[in-house]
């Protein structure tokens, strides 16, 4: 279980990762307090918005519970091929317009609100999918938090030093991952 929450939350930080990498190429002078402020408003959110989704569905649990592994299987289907079909939309941030680069600039604060939020829609599905399984969600919410903190903390100095090559794939590999979880919580 524990092996589960932490490939999970290596996954649902990948959103949050690449808008650190982003930031990483894209501001030459963001400063390590810009960088580690983003790193944990992103950590908390990927945070409370599986606990969120939990309580969500734990509030109308009776009435998906006749249909509760279909909808979990569909929550992290479409999670998946979500993840995988913006991976093929990747490009390189360095080529982005100074008003692109503006809108993705988490020295904003009201930018960082909304990044962070934006980021983790998808752990708001994964926790209505623990509710309706039945599993608790706390543990496996804070190493989610936990993950995404870290990895946006050396996705920024990762995107100082190497840029986004290898962006594509981990987008790739976590959508599969998800469709994996998802056929497995079917079954």
Not at 12 to 37: E, K
Not at 105 to 110: A, I, Y
């Amino acid at each position: 279980m524990l092996l589960s929450s932490f490939l999970l939350a290596l996954i649902l930080s990948l959103d949050a990762m690449a808008v650190s990498i982003a930031n990483g190429i894209c501001i030459a002078d963001l400063s390590p307090y810009h960088a580690v402020r983003a790193s944990l408003f992103f950590g908390i959110f990927q945070f409370a918005m599986p606990v969120a989704g939990w309580l969500i569905g734990a509030a109308f649990h009776s009435y998906i519970l006749g249909f509760s592994r279909w909808l979990a299987f569909g929550l992290l289907v479409l999670v998946g091929a979500k993840m995988i079909m913006e991976s093929f939309g990747i490009r390189d941030p360095a080529s982005c317009s100074d008003e692109e680069k503006a809108s993705s600039d988490v020295r904003d604060f009201k930018t960082l609100l909304l990044l962070s939020m934006a980021t983790s829609i998808d752990a708001m599905a994964i926790g209505l999918s623990y509710s309706i399984l039945g599993r608790p969600i706390l543990g496996p919410a804070a190493i989610i938090g936990l993950v995404t903190f870290a990895v946006c903390t050396a996705g920024t100095e990762l995107g100082k030093r190497i840029g986004a090559r290898f962006e594509r794939w981990a987008g790739l590999a976590g959508g599969v991952i998800l469709i994996g979880l998802g056929i497995k919580a079917l079954l």
